[in-house]
């Protein structure tokens, strides 16, 4: 697995439109974590939700040493109960996942609130706060960026589709908060509509989805200090090949700004980056 894409995709089986049960998703993230490709997948992410309520008991032998990532559909406050669950259960969170604000609000209060809290998270390696893509981003993303400095683990996430057509940003505004958070150092992950490789428009729904190989040059492109404009037309190109002559040149060293995405498929991304030559495929999936 090549090391630009060490990580990319989080193992996201029990959220939809997967929804797999929590036990058979437990079963299949061992066996990603025991494959070839392994290094491609990221912990399990679970609800808070399924913590709290015990679902995770009886289910994980704590010598396994299972690392997940916790996902904060509870709010922000009740994190620090579900990370308790995590522990007396023998789970390691190595990520904390949130939504600080919903649309139209001021993020800078839930920043606020995480960024206190991860204080209390010592065995947590990063936690991301999910900012909407309206009212006081920017502000939002100069207070984690303040709080990297003073060395708080803490991180940026971004909505990039969903159930409506106004939680798909635009080429043209997604490629302005990859610069955004390229010019502050700051890392991000990205959630929902990346389920194909390339650039690509659903038929049932009528959404036009971004594709993770467009989100991946155009964050090489940021990082190198291109332009907004040239990062959202590889974020708009259907044409693969401009987008894996960007990756192509990267391929032997680790990937920068973008920590990945959730996928409820992991075979999915996986198939879809070996037809496009980023992963040899000589092995059995």
Request: hydrophobic residues 50%; proline residues 8%.
């Amino acid at each position: 697995m090549p090391a630009l894409l060490h990580g990319l995709v989080d193992d996201a089986a029990v959220f939809p439109p997967g929804s797999a049960a929590l036990p058979d998703a437990l079963v299949a993230h061992r066996r990603h974590r025991a494959s070839w490709y392994a290094d491609l997948v990221g912990p399990l992410l679970v609800p808070a939700s399924t913590v709290a309520a015990g679902e995770l008991s009886g289910l994980v032998d704590p010598a396994e040493g299972l690392v997940v990532g916790l996902i904060g559909d509870t709010g922000i406050g009740r994190l620090p109960v579900a990370l308790s669950f995590l522990a007396a259960d023998g789970v390691t969170a190595r990520q904390v996942e949130v939504a600080v604000a919903k649309r139209g609000e001021d993020p800078l209060p839930g920043v606020a609130e995480l960024v206190r809290l991860t204080d209390g998270m010592p065995d947590v390696e990063a936690v991301y706060a999910e900012l909407p893509l309206t009212f006081g981003l920017l502000g939002a993303l100069d207070a984690l960026a303040a709080a990297r400095a003073d060395g708080v683990p803490i991180a940026a996430k971004f909505r990039t589709g969903g159930l409506a057509a106004e939680l798909f940003p635009t080429p043209a505004e997604l490629a302005a908060v990859i610069c955004a958070c390229r010019d502050r150092a700051l890392p991000f992950k990205l959630t929902a509509g990346l389920h194909q490789a390339v650039r690509h428009l659903d038929p049932e729904t009528g959404f036009t989805h971004h594709g993770y190989a467009n989100v991946l040059a155009a964050t090489l492109a940021a990082a190198d200090g291109d332009s907004v404009r040239v990062v959202a037309e590889l974020l708009t190109a259907l044409d693969p090949r401009p987008l894996l002559e960007r990756a192509n040149e990267r391929l032997d060293t680790p990937r920068p700004l973008w920590v990945g995405f959730g996928s409820c498929s992991i075979l999915e991304p996986l198939t879809d980056l070996i037809r496009l030559g980023l992963v040899n495929g000589g092995h059995d999936a």
